[in-house]
Nanobody, 118 residues
Framework: QVQLVESGGGLVQAGGSLRLSCAASGSRFSSNHMGWYRQAPGKQRELVARITNGGVTNYAESVKGRFTISRDNVQNTVYLQMMSLKPEDTAVYYC????????????WGQGTQVTVSS
């Protein structure tokens, strides 16, 4: 079992910045692939950024150059630094963990709201 707790969401003006944090517990964090997803009202949940257990990152095209995902394997935390925020970034942001193995498991946090005003 993996427990994920997000924090850092809030209301920010367009052009501003926020940093989301996701504290993980319950498994070997360094072995897990971690990611951030978001879901806007009326839309499907989509991948924002992902970081593998080896530190390889990938991003949605819409956030490349503006968002940075990172992880701290000592603090068991994954971060999403968001800069140059746009109103279309408004969504609930979810932390995701994938525990790799013969049987792969996925876990989700409860989500944190990010609202970008124009």
């Amino acid at each position: 079992q993996v427990q994920l707790v997000e924090s850092g969401g809030g209301l920010v003006q367009a052009g501003g910045s926020l940093r989301l944090s996701c504290a993980a517990s319950g498994s070997r964090f360094s072995s897990n692939h971690m990611g951030w997803y978001r879901q806007a009202p009326g839309k499907q949940r989509e991948l924002v950024a992902r970081i593998t257990n080896g530190g390889v990152t990938n991003y949605a095209e819409s956030v490349k150059g503006r968002f940075t995902i990172s992880r701290d394997n000592v603090q068991n935390t994954v971060y999403l630094q968001m800069m140059s925020l746009k109103p279309e970034d408004t969504a609930v942001y979810y932390c995701h963990a994938n525990v790799p193995g013969f049987f792969s498991y996925d876990y989700w946090g409860q989500g944190t709201q990010v609202t970008v005003s124009s």
